[in-house]
């Protein structure tokens, strides 16, 4: 925001001028140090865009300088146009602020209708990547190898459900990355910062990452900033320990 000097009565005189063109979530105006501090009512983020009125520069109480010699009106002095240009520097940057709550709630209101499921979603991965340590763990179990095939069978299970888990939670996860994606703006609300306002303080721990990080690259493989590419290398890692030791100890392999 820009610096501004004036008085209390010039603030006052500014604020009248403008009255008529305030958007009317507007509660405050103050003067800060450095520069205004303008407060708002809530925005949800499904009220149209804040927007500055047209042609409000042509009121007198605003106008340019040449807008006063077209209009026949009697030209005014300098002090009074410096108060008019301030006056609309103020009104621009009010209307700029609102814009920024504008979208941060729009990207808020978004989201909440976007998370739905997600944290089910990331419960039920959470579940079967417990499965899967806990029958690999099994493994080393001395009782394993009186079963072997079956442990391992049961291994394999576990693998395809939580991929499948993974998946899912993803599908979901690139939903909320497009959500923040589509809100991009300089001074837009940080993801987790926008998920907590949407209420889901949770979403801190689920992995979101970057539209293009989803889906498979040429050789089918998820990527591995995502919940899908974490698992299946966790798999691949998993299959290729159990076929070295069935190797090593004359396991049959198929």
Not at 44 to 60: C, I, K, S
Not at 105 to 113: M, Q
Request: proline letters at 6%.
């Amino acid at each position: 925001m820009p610096s501004y000097q004036f008085t209390g009565e010039q603030l006052t005189d500014i604020m009248n001028r403008l009255r008529p063109y305030l958007p009317a979530k507007l509660t405050t105006v103050t003067p800060g140090t450095y520069n205004m501090r303008y407060t708002f009512t809530p925005f949800t983020g499904l009220e149209p865009e804040p927007t500055e009125p047209d042609r409000y520069w042509e009121d007198p109480k605003l106008a340019y300088k040449h807008l006063d010699e077209e209009a026949g009106r009697p030209a005014a002095d300098k002090t009074e146009h410096q108060l008019r240009n301030l006056a609309r520097e103020i009104l621009s940057d009010i209307y700029q602020q609102a814009r920024i709550e504008w979208k941060n709630a729009r990207h808020v209101a978004e989201l909440k209708t976007t998370v739905r499921d997600a944290g089910d979603l990331w419960k039920a991965h959470n579940q079967a990547e417990r499965a899967v340590e806990a029958a690999f763990a099994y493994l080393r179990d001395p009782a394993a190898a009186k079963e072997w095939p079956s442990a391992v069978s049961r291994l394999v299970d576990t693998h395809d459900t939580y991929l499948t888990a993974a998946i899912a939670f993803d599908e979901r996860a690139q939903e909320i990355a497009e959500v923040h994606d589509r809100n991009m703006h300089e001074e837009m609300l940080g993801y987790d910062e926008a998920l907590k306002a949407a209420g889901f303080p949770e979403a801190k721990d689920w992995p979101i990452c970057s539209t293009d990080e989803y889906g498979t690259d040429y050789q089918g493989e998820y990527r591995k900033y995502t919940a899908a590419g974490k698992a299946q290398r966790l798999i691949k890692q998993q299959e290729a320990h159990v076929a070295k030791v069935n190797r090593l100890t004359g396991q049959p392999t198929a």
